[in-house]
């Protein structure tokens, strides 16, 4: 090989990021996520009595955290810096540990002692809306893979299972992004909303509890959101959400075979096999299903109170790598993805928004109608 040869490869192979840039990313990261937390923390606090406070206070930090590195993305773009501290921004390792520490936090005991209605109502309104999502997203010709990010994040638990989603089908950052933003979106009102309407249905606490964990997508906006309906509302929504959660991990692998067989599968390409399966499934949610199992066990010989601390602990660690996660969201984030998209998606999802709305109220009536605590 001529040194002419050698030069035109050195200066066609892309630039491999030095470690300290990468570190410099690291610490944007992470000072970006502390700032989150800062922001979290102190404005509800600042604001507590004003007109804002109500609304302040049902913040949750993916927003903080999804602004905060988009500014971070525009201030580093606008620098230069952005590609060369890329490296850093471990958007999937980062949801990836903090969906596995998740699992700590579903008793899997509490959902088999006491949610039986809660059980059949999450089959059912999973299997209806995401059948609903996926067939109108499919009329709309959405991408498959946003498809499946839609239908998951609006029938089971928002962000959580539209990070399962991505993980099973590979879809694009920016359309985890998307997902993301449409969840919090809905979400907020909700938390306002669904209380209202509830007290003016003349709904029972069980049946109004029911209803708000089965159709705000996040957990901390169902436990705001219960907490405004009542006591025993809040309880049943909190087990109606942790049905759904529980059940993130069979849409996973639902996903993932079908995207392996029917979606990716072209017809001169050979028949997907079981360890190809095993390839593309997302191991975290083995973990995320291990960790509520070591957690379970672990309250179970020590007792809720005992134990409470160290699932705290584990809720916190949690909490820190979801920050990290939306921070690098953020800053991976690219407009180009997003302006493709066009209005189709905002339409499918909250058309579904909807239709859960309508159905969860129907199967929370039905199943919850003569629910007693005991």
Not at 167 to 181: D, I
Not at 249 to 268: C, I, M, Q
Not at 322 to 345: N, Q, T
Not at 348 to 365: C, D, M, R
């Amino acid at each position: 090989m001529t040194s002419e040869e050698t030069s035109t490869r050195e200066a066609e192979a892309p630039e491999r990021p030095s470690a300290g840039w990468t570190v410099a990313g690291l610490l944007v990261v992470v000072a970006l996520a502390a700032l989150t937390r800062f922001l979290e923390q102190y404005v509800p606090a600042a604001t507590k009595g004003s007109g804002f406070g109500n609304i302040a206070k049902s913040i949750e930090y993916p927003v903080y955290a999804i602004l905060l590195g988009l500014l971070g993305n525009a201030v580093l773009t606008a620098t230069g810096l952005r590609d060369r501290m890329a490296a850093a921004f471990r958007t999937e390792f980062f949801i990836k540990t903090g969906l596995v520490l998740l699992g700590a936090s579903i008793n899997l005991a509490v959902i088999v002692s006491a949610a039986g209605p809660a059980i059949v109502q999450a089959v059912l309104l999973i299997t209806i809306v995401f059948g609903f999502t996926w067939w109108l997203g499919g009329r709309l010709g959405l991408d498959h893979k946003l498809r499946a990010l839609l239908s998951s994040a609006v029938s089971i638990c928002g962000v959580s299972a539209a990070i399962a989603a991505a993980g099973a089908v590979q879809a694009k950052k920016e359309q985890l992004a998307y997902t993301a933003s449409l969840v919090i979106i809905f979400a907020l009102p909700s938390i306002f909303i669904l209380p209202a309407l509830a007290h003016w249905f003349g709904l029972s606490q069980p049946v109004a509890g029911a209803w708000i964990g089965g159709n705000i997508d996040t957990t901390a906006a169902v436990t705001a959101a219960g907490t405004l309906a009542g006591e025993q509302a809040l309880q049943i929504a909190s087990i109606v959400k942790v049905t759904q959660n529980a059940l993130m991990g069979v849409v996973a692998v639902a996903l993932t075979a079908y995207f392996a067989f029917r979606v990716e599968r072209s017809a001169d390409s050979p028949r997907p096999r079981a360890i190809d399966l095993w390839h593309r499934f997302p191991k975290f949610v083995l973990g995320f299903v291990a960790a509520s199992v070591i957690a379970t066990a672990y309250l179970g010989a020590v007792g809720s109170a005992a134990g409470k601390p160290a699932i705290d602990t584990v809720n916190d660690l949690r909490t820190l790598f979801l920050i990290l996660a939306f921070v690098s969201i953020g800053l991976e984030f690219r407009v180009s993805s997003l302006r493709e998209a066009g209005w189709r998606p905002i339409g499918v999802f909250g058309t579904a928004v909807v239709v859960n709305l309508a159905i969860g109220l129907g199967l929370s009536a039905l199943l919850f109608a003569n629910f007693s605590a005991g």
